[in-house]
């Protein structure tokens, strides 16, 4: 046989061969597959997802400025008030005006018809009127009977009694005694201050006593040094114990006090 026609059958194989390769590769569906056969999953190719990652800054706001605006506020209207106008006094004749309101306080100054002032104060144990006068440059004492007034005294506070001094030149008496002379009197006795003739103004008594059943504020004045002491009316029937202070009076003014051990009546 000719060498060429036996390997007409090898070369038939090999195109058939070569003819399958070409053929599209899938599955036969009338065929089962087999083990050997994976079974095709068809996986869709992801697609790239562009992932946004948004990051917020928040926009600087602007804090306002609270400007706080005032209230208008209404001004009230100022109503003027009344300026209290001081009783007016008028000296009626000539007379004293002294450091105390009664006759045995010292002279202060003189006083003379027309001679005008107002009335400062008033005194709780008498009618006595405290006078700041226009033409002196302090205040004293006069009675009431001396001076014409107008206005109401009785709108004026109650003012105590401030005695110049105390001196300071002399003491205080001493070793002050009192004593009961009858039922209805008190001696009251003391050891004389020592002054010079030009400064002796004597002694004050300041008392409270029972005067027929009424307790009331008495002062008397010893005119010199020597005179050591003083009776006064004081009896029972009061319902406060009567009591009382003496004083060594000088040009200047008044020492302390010393105070009487009143007796029980």
Request: charged content about 15%; overall charge neutral; proline content about 9%.
């Amino acid at each position: 046989m000719n060498k060429h026609l036996r390997l007409l059958p090898f070369i038939f194989v090999i195109g058939f061969l070569l003819s399958a390769c070409n053929l599209p590769i899938g599955r036969n569906p009338a065929i089962p597959p087999t083990a050997t056969e994976p079974a095709h999953t068809e996986t869709a190719t992801p697609s790239a997802t562009a992932t946004l990652t948004e990051t917020s800054t928040p926009s600087p706001t602007a804090t306002s400025t609270i400007t706080l605006t005032p209230t208008e506020t209404e001004t009230p209207t100022i109503t003027p008030t009344a300026t209290f106008a001081f009783p007016v006094v008028t000296v009626n004749k000539q007379a004293h005006c002294r450091y105390g309101p009664s006759t045995a306080f010292l002279h202060a100054a003189d006083l003379y018809a027309g001679d005008v002032g107002t009335v400062r104060g008033r005194f709780q144990y008498s009618k006595w009127l405290y006078i700041k006068f226009d033409k002196l440059g302090y205040f004293c004492w006069v009675a009431p009977s001396v001076v014409d007034v107008v206005g109401d005294v009785n709108t004026i506070l109650m003012t105590e009694v401030r005695l110049p001094g105390p001196s300071v030149l002399y003491k205080p008496p001493q070793n002050v005694y009192a004593e009961r002379v009858g039922d209805k009197k008190v001696k009251i006795s003391w050891d004389q201050v020592k002054m010079t003739q030009d400064d002796d103004r004597g002694y004050m008594l300041e008392l409270f006593v029972c005067q027929n059943g009424a307790y009331i504020w008495y002062t008397a004045s010893i005119p010199d040094q020597y005179t050591t002491s003083y009776v006064v009316e004081d009896g029972p029937g009061c319902a406060v114990a009567s009591s009382g202070a003496v004083y060594a009076v000088e040009k200047h003014g008044y020492t302390t006090s010393t105070k009487i051990n009143w007796p029980a009546p």
